[in-house]
């Protein structure tokens, strides 16, 4: 379905992949990730933007909060001089792109890191994918109601890991969020909003519950029921990569699928992969720049890259699963976690939940930070206290950065 040939990371970032008809004129997608890759960088350049992945000192020996924030400042304007040591291979994979991306220092080990990634994402692609009729998930579907399916060992992973995720958040994640998806993709073909009534019936088809694993066979248990993977399966994607690439001998590395990012090493002895975090109201800017310890992962989930557009207005591709009603009460969440799996799940999780009781969600993950953009104007931009030393906002935003509280028993 996409393109075979790699096309270079210029061109890719400035084109769509192919996609089936159905995804074509279903959620509209930006054609860049949330998160600014490296691909974007080497595109644009420093000069242009002044902003993008950077690296940046280790913070070695610098105490967390504004030593390092300073630091942060002081090597970015430094670095604009220079193209940052990095190589990287950017190519069209589960609808969004995929880059690798190394020191330059290791640029001969990239062709085979590069294709051991694309080999490795078009196998969980063909497992996964929604647009594939014979993927895990589309048999799953297709027998919805009727009998379990056996599925790949990875797909049975994948569905435990929805249904921790789905129990962690109360049913905020749920993967078989599939009908009330199918029903605002539906109205907005015809270009008529949904009824209450046609929300509400899809609305309780959406049960975690009923998605049920056993050994290597899954089952939805209801009629009409339907599961859909794309809140999570990014990010599980990216950790089976990284772990491969490890395997093959990487040791500095970054994989980045469609916003959803996780690194390895650094990219010398004494920098840290940094990665900008996009602004929700203006796709030009960044809210801040993150920095990234070895092994840590990042997901971002908005409401301004993918949507449906019905009768001119806007609905958010994240959808409450109780409501079936676009989550609208906040415009871009970033999480950081020990693994992409689990910063996809919280990032689309706490889009859901809003910052009260998404803050919750987090007293329960204490290795997570976060970064949450409420959706109102100005903009408001709250955060995890853990990620004061890596976390440096753009400078109009440094005064009104608000700690977000997760202390336990709020
Ligand atoms: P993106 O896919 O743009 O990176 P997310 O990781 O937040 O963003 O995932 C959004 C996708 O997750 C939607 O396009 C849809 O496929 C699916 N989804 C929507 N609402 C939910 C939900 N409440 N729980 C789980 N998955 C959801
Ligand atoms: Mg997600």
Redesign the pocket.
Same mark, same amino acid.
């Given at each position: 379905m996409y393109r075979k040939n790699m096309i270079s990371a210029t061109k890719s970032i400035l084109k769509t992949p192919e996609r089936s008809p159905e995804h074509e004129h279903t959620?509209h997608r930006r054609k860049i990730a949330k998160s600014w890759s490296i691909a974007r960088l080497l595109r644009y350049g420093c000069e242009a933007t002044r902003l993008a992945i950077r690296i940046r000192r280790a913070p070695g020996g610098c105490k967390i909060g504004a030593a390092c924030t300073a630091a942060a400042v002081i090597l970015a304007s430094a670095s604009c001089r220079h193209q940052p040591d990095i190589v990287h291979r950017t190519w069209p994979a589960m609808g969004t792109f995929a880059s690798i991306i190394v020191p330059a220092e290791d640029s001969s080990l990239l062709p085979g890191l590069a294709d051991e990634a694309r080999m490795t994402l078009e196998n969980l692609e063909s497992r996964f994918s929604v647009y594939r009729t014979d993927s895990d998930i589309s048999r799953i579907n297709a027998a919805a109601g009727e009998h379990p399916v056996p599925v790949a060992p990875e797909t049975a992973q994948l569905l435990e890991k929805c249904a921790f995720y789905s129990r962690k958040s109360d049913g905020? $994640? !749920?993967?078989t @969020?599939g009908p009330a +998806?199918a029903l605002w993709r539906e109205s907005s073909r015809k270009g008529t909003m949904p009824s209450p009534g046609e929300i509400r019936a899809a609305a309780a088809l959406v049960d975690y519950r009923l998605l049920t694993v056993e050994g290597n066979a899954a089952m939805l248990q209801k009629k009409g029921m339907s599961a *859909?993977l794309?809140?999570i399966a990014?990010g599980f994607a990216v950790d089976v990569c990284l772990n491969r690439l490890q395997e093959s001998g990487a040791r500095n590395v970054m994989v980045d699928l469609?916003?959803?990012m996780r690194c390895l090493g650094s990219p010398d002895a004494s920098r840290q992969w940094l990665i900008g975090v996009r602004h929700p109201f203006d796709r030009s800017r960044i809210i801040g720049r993150l920095s990234l310890a070895s092994g840590a992962a990042v997901?971002t989930?908005g409401n301004y890259?993918?949507f449906v557009e019905i009768q001119g207005r806007k609905f958010g591709? @994240? +959808? !409450?699963?109780r409501s079936g009603l676009p989550a609208d009460e906040m415009a871009s969440v970033t999480v950081t976690a020990r693994s992409a799996c689990e910063a *996809?799940a919280l990032?689309?999780a706490i $889009?859901?939940l809003g910052m009260e009781r998404g803050a919750r969600l987090l007293q329960q993950f204490r290795e997570c930070g976060a970064i949450l953009v409420p959706n109102r104007e100005p903009v408001e931009v709250w955060m995890t206290a853990d990620l004061q030393g890596a976390f440096a906002p753009e400078k109009e935003y440094s005064s009104s950065v608000r700690l977000l509280d997760t202390r336990p028993g709020l």
């Open positions: 959620w905020a $994640f !749920d993967a @969020i +998806l *859909d794309g809140g990014k469609g916003g959803n997901a989930s890259e993918r591709h @994240i +959808l !409450d699963p *996809d990032s689309t $889009f859901v």
